[in-house]
């Protein structure tokens, strides 16, 4: 079993930077392709960035490609999200998931979530 827990979030101006951290303990963690999803107030949670365990290619949701950047440090078990020029509407709980197949943009295929980190962007 994959435990998984966030950190970095926080509170950050518009246009500033904040980097999630996710690590993760039990079974090997860098056999999984890792994802980040976020869950507004009021909306569903939606996918926003991935990382294949086999290649390092990486996925993003429209909303947030040229300005987050997913990476990930197998020897620390540990799988980033950077965010950079953030905007208000990237208010949200941020998760980390792992998954054991390819389906990288469909959240509902990843089956291993962390608790959630908060971050807002103040305007």
């Known amino acids: 079993q994959v435990l998984l827990a966030e950190s970095g979030g926080g509170l950050v101006q518009t246009g500033g930077s904040l980097r999630l951290s996710c690590a993760a303990s039990g079974r090997t963690f860098s056999n999984y392709a890792k994802g980040w999803a976020r869950q507004a107030p009021g909306k569903e949670r939606e996918f926003v960035a991935a990382?294949?365990?086999?290649?390092?290619?990486?996925y993003y949701a429209d909303s947030v490609k040229g300005r987050f950047t997913i990476s990930r440090d197998d020897a620390k078990n540990t799988v980033y999200l950077q965010m950079s020029s953030l905007k208000p509407e990237d208010t949200a709980v941020y998760y980390c998931?792992?998954?054991?197949?390819?389906?990288?943009?469909?959240?509902?295929?990843?089956?291993?979530w962390g608790q959630g980190t908060q971050v807002t962007v103040s305007s």
């Open positions: 990382i294949s365990w086999t290649t390092g290619r990486t």
């Open positions: 998931a792992v998954l054991s197949g390819n389906d990288y943009t469909n959240i509902h295929a990843y089956n291993v």
